[in-house]
């Protein structure tokens, strides 16, 4: 498909120039000349890039150029203008104009920036890409959908751990995605193809997790009219995973440690062991240091199990994720749900982001599916949204107010930008080259979000 292109002039002449010029390089061209008329044509159909006079009537370049940032943000705009100044050149690219372009201009200079622009485009188009299907680099078992750095991390800490016997504690919030990392991490082991067994100690009764995890004997107690193998020895030569293990009673945590230190188990009313060779991942939400302090977890077990620590970070703090789970849920639940979904209206993201998500990922898939199921025409739309978050949209963006999706993605930047400049120890070099940015383009930054030095 041919790159599409919006030219706003309002002098009719450069449109038609300009049109010709971008037609003949193999692009598809529109033409509007005026800010009012480009703004329809943007409402009508999506544009790869907005080539754009600065100076204009009631609605000038730069009005343009928010409206663009408002409606779509993958759209690059580039700003052309006589009125040669550095104070223009800085206003433009502060409020996202890529390049600038500055009157009079040589055919083969636009030309150039046209095609630089569409070629960053596709590079950031294919980081995207190559972030959403990390999964076909890691696992052959659940698709690891991320676009955060902080996520990647994860990814990069798995790859490092994935051939290690070496027991893992994940931590995070419920939702978060800790039994997929479990997963992830037990797939691309060497016991990829020996048992992954799971049990979450918070949703079994304490008389009856016993029994579960360490089996019994006929007889070890009533009711128990046969031999039960338990959870532990069937995970004998694979992975065994322990979710919510901050809710594991004080007593089997003992039977634990010693499963750890020994490589035994002992099933009740049994003299016997069973010897097991498992690699525990456990998992938890809860505040371990705090439940040792009140006696409710005991240190030596949390060291046996704390060898490798991933924290992964709530929902909340990691938004940049929010529009590619959305894409990926969708399709998901499309097939599902065999549905036709096609589009997402502009106005879901923004009002996605402005939602604090409690429920992490796992409550994003469930809106998700909701609105796919609820969905009339071929598109997402904000009347599909749960009433939750129509409220915390119209609380965080009230009536008046600019609400773009460039405001939310530009405090995601900074918070962003923030932590990798720290995780460099304040190198700016390392910052620029580890973010993708050359020097000057990370000073502009750090000036707009106040980390001048």
């Not at 188009?125 to 959908?145: D, K, M």
């Not at 020895?233 to 992975?239: D, I, K, S, V, W």
Request: proline share 4%; charged share 30%.
């Amino acid at each position: 498909m041919k790159p599409r292109i919006l030219i706003v002039d309002d002098e009719p002449d450069i449109c038609r120039a300009l049109e010709f010029l971008l037609k003949g390089t193999g692009y598809a061209v529109s033409c509007a000349t005026s800010g009012e008329a480009a703004i329809e044509n943007l409402e009508a159909e999506n544009f790869d890039v907005v080539l754009t006079d600065l100076k204009m009537g009631k609605v000038d370049g730069i009005t343009v150029l928010g409206k663009v940032k408002e409606m779509s943000s993958d759209t690059a705009v580039i700003i052309m203008t006589a009125f040669a100044s550095v104070e223009s050149a800085v206003d433009a690219m502060k409020k996202g104009a890529v390049d600038y372009i500055v009157k009079p201009f040589l055919n083969d200079e636009i030309k150039l920036t046209i095609k630089r622009v569409l070629e960053q485009k596709r590079l950031v188009t294919e980081n995207i890409a190559l972030r959403q299907q990390i999964s076909q680099r890691l696992t052959p078992c659940r698709e690891f959908v991320t676009n955060s750095e902080q996520m990647m991390k994860i990814v990069e800490t798995i790859e490092k751990v994935v051939a290690t016997k070496s027991n893992i504690l994940i931590l995070g919030e419920s939702g978060t995605g800790k039994g997929l990392v479990a997963e992830l991490i037990h797939c691309n082991s060497p016991r990829r193809d020996k048992p992954f067994i799971s049990i979450n100690c918070s949703a079994i009764p304490e008389g009856l997790l016993e029994s579960e995890l360490f089996g019994y004997k006929k007889g070890a107690f009533t009711g128990a009219v046969s031999d039960k193998l338990g959870l532990i020895p069937l995970a004998h030569h694979g992975t065994f995973f322990l979710d919510e293990i901050g809710d594991m009673p004080v007593n089997l945590q003992a039977k634990l440690l010693k499963v750890l230190e020994t490589g035994e188990v002992f099933p009740l009313g049994d003299t016997k062991p069973k010897v097991v060779d498992i690699r525990l991942i456990s998992a938890t939400n809860t505040d371990i240091a705090n439940r040792i302090k009140e006696g409710k977890f005991r240190e030596d077990l949390y060291w046996r199990l704390n060898v490798i620590e991933i924290k992964i970070p709530p929902l909340s703090r990691r938004k940049e994720d929010i529009e590619i789970l959305l894409k990926h849920f969708m399709a998901k639940f499309n097939e599902e749900h065999e549905k036709n979904i096609k589009g997402i209206d502009k106005r879901v993201l923004p009002m996605l982001m402005s939602y604090s998500w409690p429920g992490n990922v796992r409550e994003l898939a469930n809106v998700v599916e909701g609105m796919v199921v609820l969905a009339e025409g071929d598109s997402l739309s904000p009347d599909n949204l749960p009433d939750k978050i129509k409220k915390a949209a119209q609380h965080s963006m009230p009536l008046g107010e600019a609400s773009t999706l460039k405001r939310y993605i530009s405090d995601y930047e900074k918070e962003l930008l923030f932590k990798i400049y720290d995780s460099h120890n304040r190198n700016k070099e390392l910052t620029a080259r580890s973010l993708g940015i050359d020097l000057a383009t990370l000073y502009r930054k750090f000036k707009k979000y106040g980390m001048e030095e």
